[in-house]
T-cell receptor, first 112, second 112 residues
Framework: GQQLNQSPQSMFIQEGEDVSMNCTSSSIFNTWLWYKQEPGEGPVLLIALYKAGELTSNGRLTAQFGITRKDSFLNISASIPSDVGIYFCAGKPTSGTYKYIFGTGTRLKVLA | NAGVTQTPKFQVLKTGQSMTLQCAQD?????MYWYRQDPGMGLRLIYY???????DKGEVPNGYNVSRLNKREFSLRLESAAPSQTSVYFC???????????FGQGTRLTVV
């Protein structure tokens, strides 16, 4: 089946640092989503991307839909302790399936 | 601000027991989904319902059944629980199959 490679798997950073993570796929996607999940909670949508090359911000978060349509990037600027959590990408292939495919997540820990 | 509501939040079953996980959304969404989340594997789609009256298998449907009771409700049934079904289950909904999904808070199921 189709797979998403999400990297890095985990990150330990100092408060105030910027964070970058990405997802790549083996096929072309027409939608990319980024979610954050905190312990004991469901994933919460951060950013949705629908067009190749699209760059969208949500506060300190910025995500981009790669121009090849096979990748997406999420950046967090000036990290704070509440950024801790697991970040998931999800993509929707162009093959006609109605299913979103999820990456395995990037676990972020912020050291104060 | 209910969004997607799942019940129960926690459940322990003995091998062979059956149970139904309930999910309801109040956003008038057409599409609904059931995912399971296991450590290191991200979210995997069990079943989905693109619209009221339709259901389709996802990536890992074996051992599960679903019912789209009406537009609001989408239930997941385990007929004979197995330890391999120990997981966290998430229900999600989206306005259409092409738009972003919103998640419930999850049901943590343990099968002993």
């Amino acid at each position: 089946g189709q797979q998403l490679n999400q990297s890095p798997q985990s990150m330990f950073i100092q408060e105030g640092e910027d964070v970058s993570m990405n997802c790549t796929s083996s096929s072309i996607f027409n939608t990319w989503l980024w979610y954050k999940q905190e312990p004991g909670e469901g994933p919460v949508l951060l950013i949705a991307l629908y067009k190749a090359g699209e760059l969208t911000s949500n506060g300190r978060l910025t995500a981009q839909f790669g121009i090849t349509r096979k990748d997406s990037f999420l950046n967090i600027s000036a990290s704070i302790p509440s950024d801790v959590g697991i970040y998931f990408c999800a993509g929707k292939p162009t093959s006609g399936t109605y299913k979103y495919i999820f990456g395995t997540g990037t676990r972020l820990k912020v050291l104060a | 601000n209910a969004g997607v509501t799942q019940t129960p939040k926690f459940q322990v079953l003995k091998t062979g027991q059956s149970m139904t996980l309930q999910c309801a959304q109040d956003m008038n969404h057409n599409s609904m989904y059931w995912y399971r989340q296991d450590p290191g594997m991200g979210l995997r789609l069990i079943y989905y319902s693109a619209s009221e009256g339709t259901t389709d298998k996802g990536e890992v449907p074996n051992g599960y059944n679903v019912s789209r009771l009406n537009k609001r409700e989408f239930s997941l049934r385990l007929e004979s629980a197995a330890p391999s079904q120990t997981s966290v289950y998430f229900c999600a909904s989206s306005e259409t199959q092409n738009t972003e999904a919103f998640f419930g808070q999850g049901t943590r199921l343990t099968v002993v």
